[in-house]
């Protein structure tokens, strides 16, 4: 069975679920709350040191970060979580894998669904500030370039995660153990972050998805390309190679 | 073609030193229904999901349709319908996207769905969701997700699980009908001899994860023949005067077990009588196929 089509199949096992209300509604409403506080408090942000330097989009994005670097660790948690829960809750793994279908190929496309929800996630979130600043009326052009290198940056920087909580979800079959995992580590990023050794852990790094001067890129780029392929890997592997009891 | 559809040699799995399936060796023929009997934890599971390439054997082989299932497992897979346990399923979807995730692995036709739906009577319920259905729909869908792509060979781990008479006797039925309509070989696993007696044509019995007996269930049944049993008095005369008459006869407990069928009884009755002995009991003992499983898998427990 080629890629494509298990990989179809795993598209359509998420239709009319939850998924998308976490997809879709998760990235709009942090953008509504940057809205609300963007808007409100506008004014104020603006007699902010360096406010003149980055531009009204760059308030923006400066209000969003620290609190999207949080949700979108556990947003992928719950993606990961709802992708296995699927074939956890009624026993679809046994049917699934008997299948003519190389557990590869099933491991490799749900890797592929969770980073492309990721993506959507993302591209809400944009399109979620985009229409955000329109609506508070952001005197300059919108920042292409800076919003576009953010969303790079978390794009990238997403796959080790990513790989980490696909490959926790994959292995338990209590739904809480990888949700409690990714959460934790989620919540505990800013904390790995103040070490130099632990900001380049996964769930960290989309603290410095900033595209601002002095905000240490390499962390999300390095850890999304080093630890995104070699922990889908090495989950790969252990996958093959396991019982499904 | 090779012989056997199903063949294993001395499979055996180790889970963290007990021991679930223990040198197995099964061989199922081409186009028969094969039942596959033990008590509950028997192995019988463990050794359908090494058949299906679900469990990595610790020992031993299995080959399908003649070729090494862990070299060919995809294409042998391709040929193999199986329904372990409990029906899986993805309850936020509907019976006939359910199917269609099976077809679309498969392969195989869209319109198979509509076949397979109708085979388990689920077309008017193809549009609601799975998890609205009853246990004996999502068991009848775990069925129609077995067949389709037409597979040669299938395999139903514990089919009736769970379900209530009706469903049992329909389930039954399908299984029975399937091999001659489609030509499929199918090998069903049970716990109730009962369930498998009717349908099988031959059964492997398997009690801590070791094979007791495998072969015809007439095989089986002529391990139990009828008997007479008799009680009479001065049973030791009364013995001798029907060995002589030629019976062969058994005593046990001061009652005689004479190896014929009912049908000597009242011939049997009538010479005890005139030769001047009191009868006080006569009937027919013969040894249900039940009593001998249990018999067999009692015996294994206890060694």
């Known amino acids: 069975m080629r890629l494509p089509d298990v990989f179809a199949t795993e598209v359509y096992k998420q239709k009319n679920g939850i998924m998308w209300w976490l997809v879709i509604g998760g990235p709009l409403l942090i953008a509504g709350l940057i809205f609300i506080d963007v808007w409100v408090r506008y004014d104020y942000l603006l007699t902010k040191n360096r406010s003149a330097e980055l531009g009204p989009w760059g308030i923006m994005l400066g209000e969003a970060v620290y609190l999207w670097a949080m949700f979108m660790p556990m947003g992928i948690t719950l993606i990961a979580a709802i992708v296995h829960y699927r074939e956890f809750s009624e026993n679809a793994w046994k049917h699934l894998l008997s299948l003519p279908v190389t557990r590869g190929s099933v491991y490799v496309s749900k890797w ?22 329109k609506i508070i009326g952001l005197s300059a052009p919108f920042a292409f370039g800076s919003y ?26 209590n739904v809480i153990m990888p949700v409690a995992i990714g959460i934790g580590l989620s919540v505990c990023a800013i904390f790995l972050a103040q070490s130099k050794v632990l900001s380049f852990f996964p769930h960290a790094t989309i603290l410095y998805t900033m595209p601002f001067e002095g905000v240490e890129n390499n962390r999300p780029l390095l850890s999304g390309l080093i630890a ?16 499904i009891v | ?6 063949e294993t040699n001395n499979l055996t799995k180790t889970f963290k030193g007990f021991k679930p399936v223990d040198a197995l060796s099964l061989q199922v023929k081409k186009g028969e229904v094969y039942g596959f009997l033990g008590p509950n934890g028997a192995g019988k599971t463990t050794t359908i999901r090494m058949l299906l390439g679900l469990i990595r054997p610790t020992k031993g082989e299995v080959r399908i349709f003649g070729k090494p299932l862990e070299r ?149 049944q ?43 009884a009242a011939e049997i009755n009538k010479s005890l009588i005139l030769n001047g002995y009191d009868v006080s009991h006569i009937s027919e003992e013969r040894k249900s196929l039940e009593d001998i499983f249990l018999e067999m898998t009692k015996e294994a427990q206890s060694v």
């Open chain 2, 1 to 6: 073609m090779a012989a056997f559809v199903i």
């Open chain 1, 112 to 133: 592929l669904l969770i980073v492309l929800l990721t993506y959507l996630a993302i591209l809400f979130l944009m399109l979620g500030f985009f229409v955000a600043g």
């Open chain 1, 228 to 243: 995104g392929p070699v922990l889908l890997v090495l989950g790969l592997l252990e996958f093959r190679r396991r019982d």
């Open chain 2, 72 to 220: 060919y497992r995809l294409e042998i897979a391709r040929k193999i319908g199986s329904m372990v346990e409990t029906p899986s399923y993805y309850g936020h979807l509907t019976g006939y996207e359910n199917l269609e995730i099976t077809r679309k692995l498969l392969d195989a036709e869209r319109k198979d769905i509509d076949r397979v739906l109708e085979i388990v009577r689920l077309t008017e319920w193809r549009n609601t969701k799975v998890k609205t259905y009853s246990l004996g729909m999502k068991q009848r869908l775990g069925i129609a997700q077995a067949l389709i792509g037409k597979p040669e060979l299938l395999i139903l781990d514990e089919p009736t699980n769970g379900l209530d008479p009706a469903g049992i006797h329909e389930i039954r039925d399908l299984i029975v009908t399937l091999p001659e309509q489609m030509n499929m070989t199918v090998l069903v696993s049970s716990h109730i001899l009962q369930e498998v007696e009717r349908i099988a044509d031959r059964v492997g019995i398997i009690n801590h994860g070791k094979l007791l007996f495998q072969g015809e269930l007439a095989e089986l």
């Open chain 2, 222 to 264: 002529s391990r139990s023949q009828a008997k007479i049993y008799v009680e009479a008095d001065r049973p030791d005369e009364a013995a001798r005067l029907l060995f002589n008459t030629g019976y062969r006869i058994e005593k046990r407990e001061g009652a005689l077990y004479i190896d014929a069928d009912k049908s000597r």
């Open chain 1, 148 to 173: 576009g290198r953010y969303a790079l940056y978390q794009a990238v920087g997403a796959l080790g995660i990513i790989s980490i909580q696909h490959w926790l979800s994959s292995r338990f079959k």
